[in-house]
T-cell receptor, first 111, second 116 residues
Framework: DAKTTQPTSMDCAEGRAANLPCNHS???????VYWYRQIHSQGPQYIIH???NNETNEMASLIITEDRKSSTLILPHATLRDTAVYYC????????????FGAGTRLAVHP | DAGITQSPRYKITETGRQVTLMCHQT?????MFWYRQDLGHGLRLIYY???????DKGEVPDGYVVSRSKTENFPLTLESATRSQTSVYFC???????????????FGEGSRLTVL
């Protein structure tokens, strides 16, 4: 199973873009990159996912490098409500849709 | 209301007691999951289920039992609770496990279990 490496914590000023990096150097060709976040004691929330191409939705953008060994989640205009733990996950291939969560990055958005 | 609900939200029990945490979803999602979350360990997968009567172990299954007689329910039982099972438990569901699906997991609000 591919592992991910994320910084333990990051800070971002409100209104600025938050760029959260993730390394997944052992990712396989058919494994997706997923991002979830968890806001203080709540259940994790899906943000975005991608395979090869960059993706954008109403919450964020996902930039995946050409070699797929790393990716960056971008929150274009961070707000205080974006303060959370962000998890970068590589989806285990092979039939079942289980996701293995790592330690994540604790993002603090400050005024 | 539609969604995924867990009960009880809070539970205190004693070592050796049997405890069952309930999870119910109204979307008819095929896949359901149980995670536990502890400080220093993040979210760890306990068990998952691809459909009714199909379950499989995750990362940390020891001490837990699951069943899935109906698609909408996925109870987690601690047959003889231990202090190390004090944790926050999250149930989740997903539409599909196939490569073509979004793979989005929908999580419940969690059940906080304390074993004395």
């Amino acid at each position: 199973d591919a592992k991910t490496t994320q910084p333990t914590s990051m800070d971002c000023a409100e209104g600025r873009a938050a760029n959260l990096p993730c390394n997944h150097s052992t990712i396989s060709g058919n494994e997706y990159v997923y991002w979830y976040r968890q806001i203080h004691s709540q259940g994790p929330q899906y943000i975005i996912h991608g395979l090869k191409n960059n993706e954008t939705n109403e919450m964020a953008s996902l930039i995946i490098t050409e070699d797929r060994k790393s990716s960056t989640l971008i929150l274009p205009h961070a707000t205080l409500r974006d303060t959370a733990v962000y998890y970068c996950i590589v989806r285990v291939s092979g039939g079942y849709n289980k996701l293995i969560f790592g330690a994540g990055t604790r993002l603090a958005v400050h005024p | 209301d539609a969604g995924i609900t867990q009960s009880p939200r809070y539970k205190i029990t004693e070592t050796g007691r049997q405890v069952t945490l309930m999870c119910h979803q109204t979307w008819s999602h095929s896949y359901m999951f149980w995670y536990r979350q502890d400080l220093g360990h993040g979210l760890r997968l306990i068990y998952y289920s691809a459909a009714a009567d199909i379950t499989d172990k995750g990362e940390v299954p020891d001490g837990y039992v699951v069943s899935r007689s109906k698609t909408e329910n996925f109870p987690l039982t601690l047959e003889s609770a231990t202090r190390s099972q004090t944790s926050v438990y999250f149930c989740a569901s997903s539409v599909t496990g196939l490569a073509g699906g979004t793979g989005e997991l929908f999580f419940g609000e969690g059940s906080r279990l304390t074993v004395l």
